[in-house]
Structures are given as C-alpha cells and as structure tokens.
C-alpha cells in the first residue's frame, strides 16, 4: 500500500479541526482531514448536540409560553404539541449547516478532505477504512487529534436488554414519551427534562449526589430543582440504580427512536439511602456524562498516552506526550464546550502560525445551561473560592428586582457574584435568569480586563435590560 505524505493531518472534523485545516492550508501546509462521516462535519455541536437541542429548546419554550399566555393578557388555546413538526424543524436547521461547513473544507482541502475511521499504525502514519471500502495509509510531520466524545453508557444490570435512549436518539423520537425517566442531573439530563416536561411528558430525573448541578454553589443547585419541580418535574436524589428491566415487548439494546412505548415500558429497581422502590416509565434516557472517542485509534502505536478515562492528557499548548502530536477539542479532558474547542484552534494557531506564545493558562470559560431561565457561570464558585483561600464579599439579587424581568413575567431565579475582598476583582458569577447566557457575557469581559467590580456598579447601563441587574447586584457587595 502507497503510504501519502503531509504536513500535517488532522483526525476529526469538530470545531477545532474544521477550523484549523483552512487556516493551515493558507500557511502553505499540505494539510489532510479525516472525518468518519459526511453527517458529522463540523462536529457533534451541529449535528447531535448544542445547535438541535437548542433548536428544541426553543419550540419548548414556544409552548410553554403560549400555555402561560393569559399572564401576558392573550387568551389563547392550550397547545398542542407535534413532537413530528418539532423534530423536522430541528432536522431542518441540521441540514441547513452541513452544506456551509462541508463546501469550507471542500474548498479548502479538496480530495483531501478523507471521509473514513482513522487509526494508528506507526508513530506518525495513520490508516484510514474509507466510506468507498479502500485503505489508504496517511503520514505527516504533524497530527492533530480532534475526535470528541460520545454519550457514556453504565454498566448497569439489565439495561441493555431493556433499551435506552440517549442525547442522540431522543432527538429523533417523533412520539411523545407518556413518561421519560432522566438518570442523570448534569447539564444535558436537565435541559431534556424540562423540555419534554414542556412538551407534555410526565419526567423523573434520578440524581446519584444529593444535589443537582454537583458543581455548583449549593444555593443555586437548589434554586434550579425549585424552578424545576415547579415545572412538574420530579426528583429522586442520592439514588443508586440497580436494575432495569423491560415490561413487555423484545428486549433491544437502544430503545427505537420512532417507537411508541406508551405499552411497552421501563421498570428501574431504586435504592434511595436504606430503601429500595420500583419506577416504572415509557422511556428512558441516559445522560450520565461522555466518553472520548479514543477507543479505535490505537494510540498505542504512536505512543500516546491517555487517562484512566481515556482523555488525552496535553500540557498547556495544547500539545501531547509525544512532539508534534496535538489533541483539540472534548478528547483532552478539558471543559466539553464548543466556544472551547474554538479557543484550542486559536492557541493552536497563535503558536504554529502565528509566532505567538498561547497557551490555556488562566483562560476564562463561561457555561450556559439553557433551561428556562438560563443558568450561565463564569469563574470560581463560593465554594471554590473558599477552598482556594480568598476572602471573599458575595452578592446576591433577586431576578425580581430586575426592571426587565418585571416587564417579562420572567421573575424567576437570581444573580450571585463572588469579590475578591483585596483587590476588588470579580472572582466568579452565576446568573440564573432571563437572558444569563448574554448577560454573562458583560461579567466575563470586566473579568478578563482585571478591573474591579465597580465598573459594573456604576457603569451606565442601558435600561430597562438584563444586563443592567449587573447595576444593582454589584451594589450589593
């Protein structure tokens, strides 16, 4: 078999590898990518992940506020939700992106850009199964590693004869579940829950810790499984599940995406502290975390290391045990965020191309959880700040006292900030309400400009907006 040279090879089409092989093409590199499918150009973000959910987010939304219209003084009809419509018009927006990113890599790459699995053989050789059924044998000077990750599945008693379904494939359900069963109480297990509890599901979410939102301040953990449980949704914290079994029908190891299981249930055996009880539903979802797609690289060939996990460890450029092996994106361990994932190909860049000296050292990265209202964070939480030792002052206010919110009927939640008592500096801030996933953004730039927090206090902020809470919540110091 010929083997083909490059400059440089990257190994996956996410955000940090459809990005960066333009950019090396217009250095002069000769730049191959490898992408194991047509549909996940450009990665999972477009085509599994961030765009389709929030695309149903949003429709989730739509009904939850014509339900509530007679708040706004319109009188309206309950709504009727045609999960079908819904799911074709996420399918719609998916479709719409494939085109966009496929014809900047085919301009870019032309016939290199390689659709098939890759794998090591050699330190810096890969060969690619391609779609066509041939094997072609790749080599480069350089190789970036951008493969992401995939849901994680738990070795679980009886679940996978009984089925499941997972962030992909409930996607695709044109059904509506009677009742979904959430075992996770992460980021993705709690937009799925409230969307299909908004859709009209009945929704249990199972929580191994004793709060959701491990990761948060507890204050804001509990306020989220308020606005929550006010939506309908129930909860089953410092829960251990210790069987699944199926009520009926052929066992199967995924449950159908099109299939009606209203008659064809789920059954969990539960322990919850020193007992045990049964909970039965239509559907369930597994949201317990993700995986790297690390498994069928065979990076043992190139002599790459990996975790306990299966993460890629890299130092702060981004780079691998091994010289001139990068990892980008989900697959090195760092937050699973797209906007990070963006950053990686600009550290990349900058020290490649550039001639720039870029690393992730104190990078700011803020989160959005997209319920409604929004939860964004950025920085450290009150625990954490503790735990690292600074005096702190914290801020908190209500969503209500918010101007905006008031002419929004979107009253719920509340903003917290944490000061550094020293120097005056924000150390980390949580928003949840309206808009926090803009509004987060203000905060995140007076952070990364290292002033104090008094530039938000008294800054003249537009009114009435959001982001003017910023005002009086920073006045609360």
Same mark, same amino acid.
């Given at each position: 078999?010929?083997?083909?040279?490059?400059?440089?090879?990257?190994?996956?089409?996410?955000?940090?590898?459809?990005?960066?092989?333009?950019?090396?093409?217009?250095?002069?590199?000769?730049?191959?990518?490898?992408?194991?499918?047509?549909?996940?150009?450009?990665?999972?973000?477009?085509?599994?992940?961030?765009?389709?959910?929030?695309?149903?987010?949003?429709?989730?939304?739509?009904?939850?506020?014509?339900?509530?219209?007679?708040?706004?003084?319109?009188?309206?009809?309950?709504?009727?939700?045609?999960?079908?419509?819904?799911?074709?018009?996420?399918?719609?927006?998916?479709?719409?992106?494939?085109?966009?990113?496929?014809?900047?890599?085919?301009?870019?790459?032309?016939?290199? *850009?390689?659709?098939?699995?890759?794998?090591?053989?050699?330190?810096?050789?890969?060969?690619?199964?391609?779609?066509? @059924?041939?094997?072609?044998?790749?080599?480069?000077?350089?190789?970036?590693?951008?493969?992401?990750?995939?849901?994680?599945?738990?070795?679980?008693?009886?679940?996978?004869?009984?089925?499941?379904?997972?962030?992909?494939?409930?996607?695709?359900?044109?059904?509506?579940?009677?009742?979904?069963?959430?075992?996770?109480?992460?980021?993705?297990?709690?937009?799925?829950?409230?969307?299909?509890?908004?859709?009209?599901?009945?929704?249990?979410?199972?929580?191994?810790?004793?709060?959701?939102?491990?990761?948060?301040?507890?204050?804001?953990?509990?306020?989220?499984?308020?606005?929550?449980?006010?939506?309908?949704?129930?909860?089953?914290?410092?829960?251990?599940?210790?069987?699944?079994?199926?009520?009926?029908?052929?066992?199967?190891?995924?449950?159908?995406? *099109?299939?009606?299981?209203?008659?064809?249930?789920?059954?969990?055996?539960?322990?919850?502290?020193?007992?045990?009880?049964?909970?039965?539903?239509?559907?369930?979802?597994?949201?317990?975390?993700?995986?790297?797609?690390?498994?069928?690289?065979?990076?043992?060939?190139?002599?790459?290391?990996?975790?306990?996990?299966?993460?890629?460890?890299?130092?702060?450029?981004?780079?691998?045990?091994?010289?001139?092996?990068?990892? *980008?994106?989900?697959?090195?361990?760092?937050?699973?965020?797209?906007?990070?994932?963006?950053?990686?190909?600009?550290?990349?860049?900058?020290?490649?191309?550039?001639?720039?000296?870029?690393?992730?050292?104190?990078?700011?990265?803020?989160?959005?959880?997209?319920?409604?209202?929004?939860?964004?964070?950025?920085?450290?939480?009150?625990? @954490?700040?503790?735990?690292?030792?600074?005096?702190?002052?914290?801020?908190?206010?209500?969503?209500?006292?918010?101007?905006?919110?008031?002419?929004?009927?979107?009253?719920?939640?509340?903003?917290?900030?944490?000061?550094?008592?020293?120097?005056?500096?924000?150390?980390?801030?949580?928003?949840?309400?309206?808009?926090?996933?803009?509004?987060?953004?203000?905060?995140?730039?007076?952070?990364?400009?290292?002033?104090?927090?008094?530039?938000?206090?008294?800054?003249?902020?537009?009114?009435?907006?959001?982001?003017?809470?910023?005002?009086?919540?920073?006045?609360?110091?």
């Amino acid at each position: 078999m010929d083997t083909q040279y490059y400059d440089d090879i990257i190994i996956g089409g996410g955000k940090a590898g459809k990005t960066l092989a333009p950019a090396l093409v217009a250095d002069g590199r000769k730049t191959a990518l490898v992408e194991r499918s047509l549909n996940m150009i450009g990665g999972s973000c477009p085509n599994i992940a961030c765009i389709p959910s929030k695309t149903m987010v949003a429709s989730a939304e739509v009904a939850n506020t014509v339900r509530n219209s007679a708040a706004y003084g319109i009188n309206t009809a309950a709504p009727t939700v045609d999960l079908a419509a819904v799911i074709g018009r996420k399918r719609s927006v998916v479709q719409s992106l494939r085109p966009i990113n496929l014809n900047n890599l085919h301009t870019a790459l032309g016939d290199n *850009l390689i659709i098939g699995t890759a794998r090591f053989v050699a330190p810096k050789t890969i060969e690619v199964a391609t779609n066509e @059924e041939t094997t072609r044998l790749l080599t480069a000077e350089r190789l970036f590693i951008n493969t992401g990750t995939r849901p994680l599945i738990p070795s679980m008693q009886g679940l996978k004869e009984a089925g499941f379904l997972t962030s992909e494939s409930i996607m695709e359900l044109e059904q509506l579940p009677e009742h979904l069963i959430v075992l996770g109480s992460g980021y993705i297990g709690l937009e799925f829950a409230q969307m299909f509890r908004r859709f009209g599901s009945r929704v249990t979410v199972i929580g191994q810790s004793e709060q959701i939102l491990s990761q948060q301040d507890p204050d804001i953990a509990i306020a989220v499984q308020t606005l929550l449980e006010r939506d309908g949704i129930e909860f089953l914290l410092k829960a251990k599940v210790l069987r699944v079994v199926r009520v009926g029908g052929a066992s199967r190891t995924e449950a159908s995406p *099109l299939e009606n299981r209203s008659d064809n249930a789920t059954k969990l055996l539960i322990q919850v502290g020193d007992q045990e009880m049964e909970l039965q539903g239509s559907h369930l979802l597994i949201a317990v975390g993700r995986v790297p797609n690390t498994d069928t690289l065979n990076l043992a060939a190139a002599g790459v290391a990996t975790d306990a996990r299966g993460f890629i460890p890299v130092n702060e450029r981004l780079e691998t045990n091994v010289p001139n092996i990068w990892a *980008l994106g989900d697959i090195n361990g760092g937050p699973q965020y797209t906007h990070v994932a963006l950053d990686d190909y600009r550290i990349v860049k900058a020290n490649l191309i550039d001639g720039g000296n870029r690393s992730i050292q104190g990078r700011l990265v803020p989160s959005c959880l997209f319920i409604d209202p929004e939860l964004a964070h950025i920085g450290l939480t009150e625990t @954490e700040a503790q735990q690292q030792g600074y005096a702190i002052r914290v801020a908190k206010l209500d969503a209500r006292d918010i101007m905006r919110a008031v002419t929004q009927s979107q009253t719920d939640g509340l903003m917290k900030a944490i000061v550094d008592t020293e120097t005056g500096r924000i150390l980390g801030c949580s928003l949840l309400c309206h808009e926090a996933g803009e509004v987060i953004s203000t905060v995140q730039m007076v952070m990364q400009a290292q002033m104090p927090y008094t530039v938000l206090r008294d800054g003249i902020l537009t009114h009435p907006t959001m982001t003017e809470g910023l005002n009086m919540l920073f006045s609360n110091v």
